[in-house]
């Protein structure tokens, strides 16, 4: 599994998906963010961001998806919760499914209690308001009250899912702001972590330029005099 270095960490916390989105697209990737998935709440600060630890979902069959067999200690939905590696994020693949949830309340505050970095699903989660108090990076399609016996069958564990449109590797970087999540496959994390700082410190250059007036056409996207004014605005910075 990819470790993240202090830096690469720092650039993926302070970075929007967005600026996220496009230095996968310099890579190739199109495919990368996660369609109508939101944040059941956004309490600021930095991003979610961790490897992926997955759960799959398939449609449940009565004969097999009862309350009974829910309380068995191996049942694998209950288990992901106990198995998701302290600092990664837990991504669900859920179909779509919205009439059964994903988790609850009480799973994602075992999440919160063992380090683990954040939930995403393609689903939804019942309970939201007592999750939206819990102060837990987690995102979901829409809310879903009913148990998810009633829709949902857990399959595996750590495996290769898509969830929101996107394929997830397990290992693979998920980062999650108040605009959504994106999925940075793993052998291409440096080099976005080291694209999107630079765009970062580049876009607040041009923001300010915009605030005192300058075209867009002047300072963005780049040109070779907008790096040449940006390298001075910088080194004026730094010796200020």
Known sequence: MIELTPEQRDSLECAGIS????????????????????PVRWHGGRNMVGPAF?????????DIDTLENYARADNVHRCAMEKCPPGSVLVISANGEIEAASAGDLM?????????AGIVTDGGFRDTPDIAAISFPAYQRAPATPASPLRLHPV?????VGCGGVPVYPGDIIVGDAAGVVV??????AAVAETVAETTAYEE????????????????????????EYAAWQAARSTS
């Open 205 to 228: 250059f041009a923001m300010d330029q915009i605030e005192r007036g300058r075209s867009i056409f002047e300072v963005f996207p780049a040109t070779a005099q907008s790096r040449i």
């Open 184 to 189: 940075i496959p793993a052998a291409h994390v």
């Open 108 to 116: 994602i505050a075992r999440l919160k209690a063992r380090g683990v």
């Open 156 to 160: 595996e564990l750590d495996v290769p």
């Open 54 to 62: 997955t759960l799959r979902f398939i449609p449940a069959r009565e």
């Open 19 to 38: 600026a996220i989105a496009n230095a996968l697209l310099g890579l190739g990737f199109r495919n990368v963010w996660m369609r109508h998935i939101a």
